[in-house]
């Protein structure tokens, strides 16, 4: 999982996010801005591979935009008919390990969007490996109308506890700027 000898270059992204709308029309918009952005700047998107949601808006934004979507879905959820049908590339895995452990190895950068407990998961995930020194490949969160505030909160509180170093707090950026975050990760990137 070690970025070492990879190019330093912002050249895909996974984002994770919902496989839900949220209740907030911004969390769509942020999706769909995202998408666009990514496919703007010729940034593959890597993602949990879904249709509905915060992913289906993700994915189709930037599939319209003439993007690179790359889908990794674990067969469970492909056989219930949830798998985007138009992706440039499936992946469809055994299960929710080998999900997460295939995304970290084709992406270059991570950004979560608001989701669920699934989003978290992988989240957490990322950044306790990035903690244990299992990649260096920048994160963020975007930010969406104060989404993640109480999550930034709590991990505040983990670290004021002593429960985890103050440098675990830096390993991830955050912005409600979806253009601005992909700067700040891709500086990041570059000067790794």
């Known amino acids: 999982m070690s970025g070492a000898g990879r190019s330093r270059a912002l050249e895909s992204l996974c984002v994770f996010c919902g496989s839900s709308k949220g209740h ?10 995202l998408g666009r952005l990514l496919a703007g700047r010729g940034i593959t998107l890597i993602y949990g591979g879904g249709h509905t949601g915060l992913m289906g808006a993700l994915a189709d934004a930037a ?10 879905i674990p067969a469970g959820l492909a056989e219930r008919e ?4 138009r992706l440039s590339e499936r992946h469809v895995v055994g299960g929710m390990h080998e999900r997460k452990a295939l995304m970290a190895s084709l992406a270059s950068a991570f950004i979560a969007l608001p989701g669920g407990l699934g989003t978290l998961d992988e989240l957490f995930e990322m950044w306790t490996w990035a903690q244990l020194g299992f990649h260096a490949k920048p994160m963020g969160l975007l930010d969406v109308n104060g989404f993640f505030r109480p999550l930034l909160e709590l991990t505040s509180k983990i670290v004021g506890q002593g429960f985890a170093r103050p440098e ?5 950026s955050v912005d409600d700027d ?12 570059s000067a790794a």
């Open 82 to 85: 949830l798998l985007h049908s």
């Open 24 to 33: 907030d029309p911004a969390f769509m918009r942020a999706a769909e801005a």
């Open 168 to 172: 675990s707090l830096e390993l991830v």
């Open 63 to 72: 599939l319209a935009a003439g993007g690179r979507v790359i889908g990794v």
């Open 178 to 189: 979806g253009e601005r975050l992909l700067g700040r990760l891709a500086g990041r990137l």
